[in-house]
């Protein structure tokens, strides 16, 4: 309020910001705070959120039970060692059951509510798989049921945009040290038109059997030349001191992965020219590193998974009309709400009215405290999606409002190397209003055109509203 | 001042600081500000900057003339375009006189001047051509002078530390393609106990040779695949958004130049095993690329050097007894003052007094607009040093102070993406006080244990005021 002289009569307008311009219509200074009862302004919410707060003097009450089972889920977060220990050339060797079933990203959506980008690569998905002949006999037998939908998150696996798995893709098998679990990813397929953005033409299947017969075996090979295989966290802590965020910018992991293998996948007796077509095709895709990525965040989550009681947010996806959260206490339940549309910088001929719904099972990342929460590591993400430094800080400093803790093995540059926020908190959210940031692609919403941009968008609240009311549920609070 | 109040009687000190106790000793509060009178308070030299920064209004002031000089030698630095083009099997490919010759880093220094590091790297090097059969016998050679010296610079190369080339070592061939002339530098060997620190076991030399026999034809091989070579400015303008200064930290620079170069190298016909290593070496070598970022940085400033009238700093060049600078109006003179020490953090077991003074022909990398001038680009750099981010960005601030200019194709993330500072003008090095800002790895002052630190030196001002009343004279001012 510096700007507002003394002596001059002025109004301060706390939440509501109708009243601000009555004021101002009156010729009077006014200003205006942004606020709004915690609880999402619903009085049951409101009262729930204080019990679920609890009493920290009172270690039986709710909160501290809450706080303790936090504190469990988030040590696991922080000690997660996740490693990329091999390939699986075929996805139905993970899982036997995959025949006439295809993976995809976020919470269930039927065929009939599918956005166009993932009905794109279903098609394209049951094409590549030769269930069908044409993108016509796809569609029928899509539209028919005859092939079942299953999550990638169901699988601990993830994937980014529609998320598609079939039984013939290859995967990413992550081991996390420390726990024990395993976390699955499909392999990036470049950009421009590409399968898990809906395109299906000849190319794209193309590009999808090349991945499938030359890249897996090659990464195979290298990692089975890896002693103990690659050490994902070390390269995302590196990255975060190279100008990525590790959802969407990847550069420097990228980078770092390709120093990681390329020695070993040139030592291997794989054919010389599949091990530099392999290089060549993963040095030319920054992004390649945001599946291992998500893999490695995936392997961290699940572990920090089913901690009764906790309130930490284990997984936020987005399958183009939903986004959807799970929560380490709450089991295998999904809280939904529609999603919002991203806000971006948009490459030349396309607009904001042409993006999907925020799409994709990538803010898995930010679950673990990449993305928008360590967005101040990365200052060339924030030019691209259009804003500035300090917001680019700025977001890592919201972000540590709603996280349980900080990850001291992730530290940021711009914030003095504090460790990233880390453990979204579902009781913080609603309590604050302050709705996770996520960093993402921006999908065209006609399946096959791809990516039109990057941008930032937020997660609904709807979703922590309806997971805070199921943990008040679960703990006996009316 | 705002921490003074309003009504106490305050004194406010300007230049000499030993007037600021006594007033503290009479309960006073005083505010000092640093600040001398241009010109290192020498009257005639501060004479001969106000020529030197002349009459803007009349386009025949000296000033004048300079500016406009200064204005063609930054647009040579901005225009540059090197480009790794080659590498030279061995040094007398390129010059045919290396006989009993070694290059050193810096200006001349004879061999009973010349520090221990520098020494050692002398003996290492004639055991390396087979000059003599042991190091009693290269010191004896040496002492008696049998083996010429010659410096990098004069060759239109640079070496790190010691900055040794003999004629049996490979050098990395960059061109500017804009100006059409030529640079070289010597291969990094890596960190530890290596040669351009003075030591010289069996297995430095062994090292050695394997650069020569294997490292070198391989990266030749991987750049001849290359068209028109690899282009190291679009390398250095990634890495400044990566975390690098591409001086003291080239971690990203480093990791891009392995995957421009190993797709290449894994295509060629060399053998597998020597494919392997070399790449090996690269990815576990984070200031791999410093080597290429020097050669850069030289055929940048050369193409800058030479034009008449021009204040630009062209060179900056430690021998480790003295720093110098040459001049782009000044032709091949040396203006030389005694080295500083650098101020760093140390390695666990080493202290300030093991230090050698500040060695190498890398502050070449600072002329061309890198390293100190860019320091806000590399955060991780300034913990590594002993420093803060604000600190990083503060430097980078500073030297804007003494650059004729900003390289839009050098940006800084954390300056919102405002070109780093580019061309030290030796008029505003005398008339303002601030001394460039070098980063720099710190050596033992001892022959052959290596780095043991790394810090944060400026240039000494003598360079300057020399090379001022150098480029009066020159103009005929007295």
Redesign the interface.
């Known amino acids: 309020m510096s700007h507002l002289l003394k002596d001059e009569l002025a109004v301060v307008n706390v939440g509501i910001e109708a009243f601000v311009e009555s004021v101002r219509l009156q010729g009077k200074s006014v200003w205006h705070v942004e606020w709004q009862p915690p609880g999402d302004g619903q009085a049951g919410l409101a009262w729930q959120l204080a019990q679920l707060l609890g009493d920290p003097a009172d270690p039986e009450s709710a909160g501290s039970r809450i706080d303790r089972a936090n504190d469990t889920a988030t040590a696991r977060m922080l000690a997660a060692q996740p490693r990329l220990v091999d390939v699986a050339l075929h996805a139905h060797e993970v899982w036997p059951d995959m025949d006439r079933m295809l993976l995809h990203a976020g919470a269930p959506v039927p065929w009939e509510r599918m956005c166009p980008p993932m009905r794109g690569a279903m098609i394209g998905a049951a094409l590549y798989e030769r269930w069908a002949a044409s993108p016509e006999e796809a569609e029928a037998l899509l539209g028919r049921g005859e092939i079942r939908f299953a999550q990638c998150h169901d699988r601990n696996a993830v994937g980014p945009m529609s998320g598609v798995i079939s039984q013939s893709m290859p995967l990413f098998v992550v081991k996390n040290g420390t726990h024990g679990n395993t976390a699955y990813s499909n392999f990036s397929e470049g950009i421009g038109r590409v399968l898990r953005f809906g395109a299906y033409s000849p190319q794209v299947l193309e590009q999808l059997r090349w991945i499938e017969n030359v890249l897996a075996p090659a990464v195979k090979a290298a990692v089975a030349r890896a002693h103990d295989g690659i050490d994902l966290k070390t390269i995302q802590s590196?990255a975060l001191?190279?100008?990525d965020e590790v959802h969407s910018r990847n550069?420097?992991a990228t980078?770092?992965f390709?120093?990681?293998v390329?020695?070993?996948?040139?030592?291997s007796d794989f054919d010389?020219?599949g091990?530099?077509?392999a290089?060549?095709f993963?040095?030319a895709n920054s992004q390649f590193f945001l599946n291992l990525s998500m893999a490695a965040s995936k392997a961290t989550m699940d572990a920090a998974h089913g901690v009764e009681h906790s309130s930490i947010v284990t997984a936020i996806a987005r399958n183009g009309v939903t986004t959807a959260i799970r929560v380490s206490g709450l089991g295998k339940r999904w809280f939904e709400a529609p999603s919002d549309t991203p806000v971006g910088l948009y490459f030349p001929g396309f607009k904001a009215a042409d993006a999907n719904p925020d799409l994709g099972d990538s803010a898995i990342c930010e679950t673990a405290g990449f993305g928008g929460l360590s967005l101040a590591a990365s200052?060339?993400l924030v030019?691209l999606v259009g804003g500035?430094?300090a917001q680019a800080i700025g977001y890592s400093r919201e972000m540590a409002h709603v996280a349980w803790t900080r990850n001291p093995a992730m530290s940021l540059?711009?914030l003095?190397?504090a460790g990233a926020p880390a453990g979204i908190d579902v009781r913080k959210v609603v309590d604050t209003g302050i709705r996770p940031v996520l960093t993402t692609g921006i999908a065209h919403r006609e399946a096959g055109i791809g990516q039109i941009g990057a941008g930032i968008v937020r997660a609904p609240l709807g979703c922590f509203t309806q997971a805070l009311a199921a943990l008040a549920e679960s703990l006996g609070i009316p």
């Open positions: 590196q001191l190279m100008g550069a420097a980078a770092l390709f120093m990681s390329a020695p070993a996948l040139a030592a010389r020219a091990v530099a077509a290089l060549a993963i040095a200052p060339a030019k500035t430094v540059p711009n003095e190397f």
